[in-house]
Structures are given as structure tokens and as C-alpha cells.
């Protein structure tokens, strides 16, 4: 069956419906509202897409979202280097640090195990935590994973890599609801699952 919208219409519903969240409805109501926008607002959306891509990395370090190799986190002197927050998402970190409750470096995994989606630890980045807390010094690894089945699954294999180290590993408290994500969290109730963060034991 064929489109009743011009090819183009229809390429730019059908590459907005891939992002998440996004079904066909709103798709659609995204590209109608595009194609009514004044010419420069679609092209300043363009650009800023096409910027973000362009100068937007991964820190080395940590691999947070950074403009440059390094992110402002880890280049924060202020900041504890032996206290390492690991978080699943960059996203997480904006959320902790409404807070103002943590002082110390991140880390982020990119994502949680999922054996349904395929994603095993090899596709984490917990080699690289590994190293860090081998080479840096760490005192204390803050598991900040989500509160539901992949996030707790994440948090005690990275527990049970920790283990041949000489450092303390604490899950954040389970101030946050089962099944809900860091960046929805208000400030309060995460940082009383800091304050009430706990050991992990096996």
C-alpha cells in the first residue's frame, strides 16, 4: 500500500518513528509540525543535530558524554578520585547531581546486562571500571544501577568482579521505586538512596 504523504514526508515520519518513545501518531504530528515551522527553526533544529553528533564524544576516562576527550567531571579536581559512582546511563549522572550529595567520579556502563536484548557484560564497559579501581586508588564503588531486574542483575556481577579488590562496594538504598529510572527520580528521594546507600554482599 502506498503512502498517502509526499516521499519526503513520509522519509522524515518514518525516521522519527525509530526514535524512542515515538510512535507513528506522534511521528506524524512531529513532521507536521516541522513542515509548519518557520524555515530557520527547522534549520536550527537541523544544525543542533547534526552539531551534537559531530562534537559530542565519549570521555575516555569514564565514558560519560564529553565535548572533549575528557569530561568535566573527570577534569574537576574538586571532585574525590577515590569514590566511583557506576551508573548505566549519562543521563543518570545529570539526575545525581541534583542531588548534591556526591562528591566523588563516575563511571558509566552504557546500558545493563539484558540477555533478552543480547547485551552481555563484554558489551558494558566494566573491563574498563576494572581498571580504574586497579590503577586509581579507589576507596569505595557506588552501584547507582537501576531498581529493576537488568540494573540489580548489573550491579552484583560488577560486585562479583569487584571482589579481588581491596575496596568497599555499596548499592544505592532502595529509596527509588522497583522498576523506575534514575532520571525520573526526584532530588530528594535520590538522595536519600545515597545517604542510605548499603554493602553488597553475595
Known sequence: MSSPYAAPVQALIDELGRLPGIGPKSAQRIAFY???AAPEDARRLARSITEAKERITWCR???NISEGE???FCLDDRRDPTLICVVQD???IV???RTHEFGGRYHVLQGAISPIQGIGPEKLRIKELLQRVASEG???VILATNPDIEGDATAMFVARALKEFDVRVTRIASGLPVGGD???ADEVTLGRALEGRRLVVD
Do not use: G, I, K, N
Open 34 to 36: 516541522l513542515l509548519q
Open 61 to 63: 576516562h569514564c565514558f
Open 70 to 72: 575528557t569530561c568535566t
Open 90 to 92: 549519562p543521563r543518570d
Open 95 to 97: 539526575a545525581l547531581e
Open 138 to 140: 579507589v576507596v569505595e
Open 182 to 184: 534514575l532520571e525520573y
